[in-house]
């Protein structure tokens, strides 16, 4: 099995930037990680007899997360087999509207980044808002909750109605 991605130049240099990180990845996945700096293609091969059939999948995770805007450190929860990273994309709630991304990107923050602390804390998760995403890294549970909280503030939900729902749902988990 083969996987292929691509991360930005400047993730990229992330990755790369501490020596050990790649062959870290390679022996927790039983996998092969092959990087063309030109084209930033990330190549991730199975190794034969691989104990871990999912590590081509697991090591795709890890860079990605790593692409998304992660520290080395959270991004590798995802060799746990109960972690999980979600990605939102938050094109799909700005519609193409001038400022519409950058205020979103806003709402979910929150002042002083104080909204994405309380659900990262209520949900047990690591949040990252990047570019045009907001990533999630943890339990699938606590992952879909901070989802689904971000997706409501994406929407237009008042912050009082998504910390209300967290409060309800998170004593559930």
């Not at 520290?71 to 990273?85: G, Y």
Request: aromatic share 4%.
């Amino acid at each position: 099995m083969v996987e292929y991605i691509k991360i930005t130049s400047e993730r990229l240099k992330v990755l790369l930037a501490d020596k050990q990180t790649i062959p870290q990845i390679e022996n927790a996945t039983h996998t092969k990680i092959e990087i063309d700096r030109k084209t930033e293609q990330i190549e991730i091969y199975e190794k034969k007899d691989t104990p871990d059939p999912l590590g081509t999948w697991r090591a795709r995770d890890v860079i990605k997360a790593i692409g998304r805007g992660f520290v080395k450190e959270t991004a590798f929860r995802l060799l746990d087999e109960e972690a999980v990273l979600i990605i939102i994309d938050l094109n799909e709630y700005a519609h193409k509207k001038k400022n519409a991304l950058e205020r979103i990107k806003g709402r979910i923050i929150g002042t002083e980044g104080k909204s994405k602390q309380r659900i990262a804390e209520i949900t047990d998760t690591d949040i990252v808002v990047y570019g045009k995403t907001v990533s999630i890294i943890g339990k699938l549970e606590n992952a879909e909750l901070a989802a689904r909280a971000i997706t409501m503030l994406c929407e237009g939900a008042m912050h009082n109605t998504v910390f209300r729902m967290l409060g309800r749902e998170a004593g559930a988990l």
